[in-house]
């Protein structure tokens, strides 16, 4: 019996192989989503980890006397690395006094050769001669000191003339010292060999003089992994979309390969052929088709998935390239271990997709179909009785999470009653009414999901922490919505059909109305995927774009924002012409890492990118204008806060930049800048995102910072002079102490810039996940014109014309589309619009309008493009055969 099967299904499947090739490209599109995923975040996180050995070269462990500002070592020579190429004179001994070795990114920037002549500002810090009782010798104050060089060699960008990926310029040590005026000074060691012996090794000496020893090269790469481990998890909530929407679109193909197949399953059932068989057999079928899909995906995977992790690389680049250094550039290897994983993950899912769809399609209609009528599937069964149990125990258990939990409390609470919420609704749906009892609840939904999330939800600890409530909240009016709309589409199309001109367009859109609304859980569904992709391609652009506060706002009564490698004289520099006020505060870089809040509860929360520390002093408090984001209530203004920090020398102020998300007002704020960790407490945080740091008081500075001179400068320009003329002015008087302004519009617009290409990528991924999906929708679109046959035969015989039943056809689905693009504009950005203002008012709520009326045009051609074939398929079937099976 099981080889009689076997041959007839076989014969069945050669016989239209077309169809096999249509699931194929189903699961392709899941195979194609899934392995790219693993694949870029496999090479991504290469990339990241090559960087981080790339910043640092050969370099392990770092050693510096913070407390001491410089270390008294000999100057001798000493080679470190492999030895340089380039051209000219590559090896620093035989370097002439005044000579120096130049990296060629320096060499592209400047358009150098060698021979030519340049001048290097050398800011020198604050420098103090110890003796060993304390007894200062000597002492020398910052100042930025000229340097006129000759290129001697240029050397390409490897080993030492690549540290940092920056632009570098090589000299003996002997000779920067004189110039600098240090004889027989070094400011810090670079060490190469096994780390943890270089730390051993240093122990003795950080504990007597003050020494620092860093894993530099340790610490970069446990920051890479933490980074890369992070996009790992947003690519595969992202996949997960393209993945359920390349299901839905499989199991419709498979069932309409089932249809296909109908006589071969009906004769299998009259020759006693058990469901359990059929299902075997189109398992069988579909692994086969699983694996050629797997075969070919994964090897147009490797690309797709290398060029989704370049993209990702090069909007770090573009931040890095602002910093002063290039990203690394590598050729990923492709890992075995990664292939195998992607492999893996790609079979396990389709195999499960063609299980589901095998089981549906062994339910098919045996009677129907030997007495001559359309396929169709059986009634399924009723719903599980268990889902009101599930989701009652999840929500209890996450509302107990919420009760009890330090950080995110508000979010859980509420994602613990909405499901409890949920429980009730599916255990009222198996004893009442449940049309009537869907539209109640849909309505009770929509309210609780805009009203709820502002009164659990927790909105101080930042929009990125805030990020989950706002997305499910949304997502959850606009799944009430579509449960709403899906109960009134011939209203709907109604409202349509007044803009078509009477006649056979008002008959056609009227059927395609009764269409949509007969089969609620199909529209629901296609109109459901349209609503939250757009919505969530909307919550992408608000995201990005939430820093696009009002220059005027940030700005603080300044014009101009820029940083010197060197002291600046702020009298000098305000003589130039449009400059009303000017200030010169010092300033120094903390790396990632070296920056933290801490609040009450413990809670730990750190940037992922390096901010300032100021040098604040009364000049600044006096001059600047900031609002205040939040603060403790005895501040009721930004100057307050900054005099209170100046002279109490344990407080901080911090701009929007610097500020980690969640922390607030009152908690810790963690420094660590080589003597061990410092704490300030938050006073206040400036309405700006263009000052980039945290103030402190001059004194504490000093005792932290060793390295003084780098400054930053604050400019306004007077009453009708443009900010830009002010940069300029001030470059060409500052450019002695490596002095670069710009307009604080240019620097708004850039961090703005940055973070919506960031969220940029990811909406893209969300459209390709829509339009994968969308084809599913024309399988649907097949699959209901097969079911339908007898009613488009009686409509041809009332007078429909073939062109009619084509406008039918493809406005229900259409319909479908358009009301998805309105309840994700409506419900889901009007949700997101209410909660916005409600919790982050003082932020920009800037919708891409752009990208989501793209993201409509697309869809609405993608659902005409994938429905037009099979409509006009059922538009040239003859009726007459159909008619004969209506009873």
């Given amino acids: 019996m099981t080889r009689r099967a076997a041959a007839l299904w076989v014969r069945g499947a050669l016989r239209r192989p077309g169809r096999g090739l249509l699931v194929v490209g189903g699961l392709l599109a899941m195979v194609l989503t899934v392995a790219a995923a693993v694949v870029g975040s496999d090479t991504l996180r290469q990339v990241f980890v090559a960087d981080a050995s790339a910043q640092w070269g050969t370099v392990d462990v770092t050693v510096s006397a913070p407390g001491n500002q410089l270390l008294g070592l000999s100057s001798e020579e000493r080679t470190f690395g492999e030895p340089l190429s380039g051209t000219g004179t590559l090896r620093t001994e035989l370097l002439g006094q005044h000579k120096v070795i130049v990296n060629d990114r320096l060499a592209r920037r400047l358009g150098l050769s060698l021979g030519d002549r340049l001048t290097l500002t050398i800011a020198v810090p604050h420098t103090e001669w110890d003796t060993s009782d304390g007894r200062v010798l000597r002492e020398r104050d910052a100042a930025a000191v000229p340097w006129r060089v000759s290129v001697a060699g240029i050397a390409a960008d490897t080993g030492v003339a690549d540290l940092g990926r920056t632009a570098n310029v090589l000299a003996r040590l002997d000779a920067t010292q004189r110039a600098t005026g240090l004889p027989g000074k070094v400011s810090a060691l670079h060490a190469d060999g096994d780390t943890d012996r270089l730390l051993a090794a240093y122990q003795e000496w950080e504990d007597r003089l003050g020494l620092d020893a860093v894993a530099v090269k340790r610490e970069a790469h446990a920051i890479a992994d933490d980074e890369s481990g992070q996009f790992i998890g947003i690519f595969a909530s992202l996949a997960l979309l393209v993945v359920l929407g390349s299901a839905a679109l499989t199991v419709n193909l498979i069932v309409l390969l089932g249809y296909e197949r109908s006589r071969e399953v009906a004769l299998l059932g009259a020759m006693g052929?058990?469901?359990?068989?059929?299902?075997?057999?189109?398992?069988?079928?579909?692994?086969?088709?699983?694996?050629?899909?797997?075969?070919?995906?994964?090897?147009?995977a490797i690309p797709l998935g290398r060029l989704l992790a370049?993209?990702?690389?090069?909007?770090?680049?573009?931040i890095e390239l602002g910093r002063g250094r290039e990203f690394a550039t590598v050729a990923a290897e492709l890992r075995p271990a990664s292939l195998a994983v992607a492999v893996a993950l790609v079979l396990g899912i389709g195999l499960v997709t063609v299980?589901?769809?095998?089981?549906r399609v062994a339910s098919l209609d045996v009677e129907r179909v030997l007495r001559g009528l359309p396929p169709s599937l059986a009634a399924p069964p009723p719903s599980w009785a268990r889902r009101p149990a599930l989701a009652a125990g999840a929500g209890l258990l996450l509302l107990g999470m919420g009760i009890t939990a330090t950080s995110g409390a508000g979010f859980l609470r509420f994602a613990g009653l909405s499901l409890l919420l949920v429980a009730a609704w599916l255990h009222a749906r198996r004893s009442r009414a449940r049309r009537r009892l869907d539209t109640w609840a849909a309505a009770a939904g929509l309210a609780w999901f805009v009203v709820a999330p502002a009164a659990l939800g927790d909105f101080g600890g930042g929009v990125e922490s805030g990020f989950a409530l706002l997305a499910v909240a949304g997502a959850g009016a606009v799944t009430c919505a579509t449960v709403l709309a899906g109960t009134r589409l011939r209203g709907v199309m109604r409202l349509v059909r007044g803009y078509l001109p009477r006649g056979r367009a008002q008959a056609a859109t009227r059927t395609a109305g009764a269409w949509a609304e007969q089969h609620r859980g199909r529209s629901g569904a296609v109109i459901g995927l349209v609503a939250v992709t757009l919505f969530m391609v909307g919550v992408m652009s608000v995201l990005g774009r939430a820093t696009a506060i009002d220059v005027d706002r940030q700005r603080g009564g300044f014009d101009a924002v820029g940083t010197s490698v060197g002291p600046v004289d702020p009298d000098t520099l305000a003589d130039g012409n449009g400059i009303a006020n000017m200030v010169a505060l010092e300033h120094t870089m903390l790396d990632e890492g070296s920056f933290a809040t801490e609040g009450d509860d413990g809670t730990r929360a750190e940037l992922r990118w390096p901010v300032r520390l100021i040098r604040g002093d009364h000049e600044l408090a006096a001059a600047q204008s900031y609002r205040l984001a939040a603060a403790l209530p005895e501040y009721p203004t930004a100057a307050a806060a900054?005099?209170?920090?100046?002279?109490?020398?344990?407080?901080?102020?911090?701009?929007?930049?610097?500020?980690?998300d969640g922390a607030r007002p009152g908690d810790d704020v963690v420094l660590d800048v080589g003597h061990g960790e410092r704490t300030f407490e938050l006073l206040a945080v400036a309405d700006t995102y263009l000052l980039g740091g945290a103030v402190i008081g001059?004194?504490?500075?000093?005792?932290l910072v060793a390295n003084q001179g780098p400054t930053l400068v604050l400019a306004s320009a007077e009453p009708g002079t443009p900010s830009s003329a002010v940069a300029d002015v001030l470059n060409a008087a500052g450019g002695s102490a490596g002095l670069t302004m710009r307009p604080m519009s240019e620097v708004a617009e850039e961090i703005t810039a940055i973070n919506a290409t960031f969220t940029d990528i990811f909406a893209t991924v969300l459209q390709a996940g829509l339009a994968v999906a969308l084809f599913a929708v024309g399988a649907l679109v097949h699959r209901a014109t097969r079911e339908?046959?007898?009613?488009?035969?009686?409509?041809?015989?009332t007078g429909f014309r073939r062109r009619d039943l084509v406008l039918a056809v493809l406005a229900e689905p259409v319909l479908r589309g358009v009301t998805g693009i309105g309840i994700g504009i409506v419900a889901g950005l009007g949700t997101l619009a209410l909660l916005f203002w409600r919790g982050y008012a003082d932020l920009a709520f800037d919708v891409h309008w752009a990208q989501l009326g793209g993201t409509a045009a697309i869809s609405i051609t993608l659902i005409v493009a994938t429905c037009l074939l099979p409509a006009l398929h059922a538009a040239r079937r003859e009726p007459d055969h159909d008619l004969r099976h209506i009873s």
């Fill in 273 to 300: 052929a058990t469901r359990r068989t059929v299902t075997a057999l189109l398992c069988a079928e579909g692994a086969a088709y699983t694996v050629v899909a797997t075969a070919v995906g994964t090897v147009l």
């Fill in 310 to 318: 370049e993209q990702v690389a090069t909007h770090f680049a573009s």
């Fill in 788 to 797: 339908r046959r007898a009613e488009f035969a009686l409509l041809r015989a």
């Fill in 698 to 703: 001059s004194a504490v500075y000093d005792e």
């Fill in 355 to 359: 299980f589901v769809a095998a089981r």
């Fill in 642 to 660: 900054l005099y209170d920090a100046l002279d109490s020398g344990d407080g901080v102020v911090l701009d929007r930049y610097s500020t980690p």
